[in-house]
Nanobody, 115 residues
Framework: QVQLVESGGGLVQPGGSLRLSCAASGSIFSINAMNWYRQAPGQQRELVARITSSGRVNYADSVKGRFTISRDNAKNTVYLQMNSLKPEDTAIYYC?????????WGQGTQVTVSS
């Protein structure tokens, strides 16, 4: 059984920063791409950032230059550093990873950007 657990969400003012973490645990043999998605109320879940096992990264246009994805393979953990946050970044953020050839999801963490 594999588990993904996110942490680091919360309430922040516009222009502020947050760092999300997602740790994978369980019977892990391989982790390929690790991703962050988000879903705002009434909207579809969207891909925010992706990092491959070799470290190649991709970002949604809406977060380029503000968000940075990284991973620590020794800790089976992926991070999302979010800077210059905007109210439109408010959403539930989900961690997703390709573990042992299967796609696994975390439970989500709420990020609210508001003054």
């Amino acid at each position: 059984q594999v588990q993904l657990v996110e942490s680091g969400g919360g309430l922040v003012q516009p222009g502020g920063s947050l760092r999300l973490s997602c740790a994978a645990s369980g019977s892990i043999f391989s982790i390929n791409a690790m991703n962050w998605y988000r879903q705002a109320p009434g909207q579809q879940r969207e891909l925010v950032a992706r990092i491959t096992s070799s470290g190649r990264v991709n970002y949604a246009d809406s977060v380029k230059g503000r968000f940075t994805i990284s991973r620590d393979n020794a800790k089976n953990t992926v991070y999302l550093q979010m800077n210059s946050l905007k109210p439109e970044d408010t959403a539930i953020y989900y961690c997703n990873a390709d573990i042992n050839g299967l796609s696994d999801w975390g439970q989500g963490t709420q990020v609210t950007v508001s003054s």
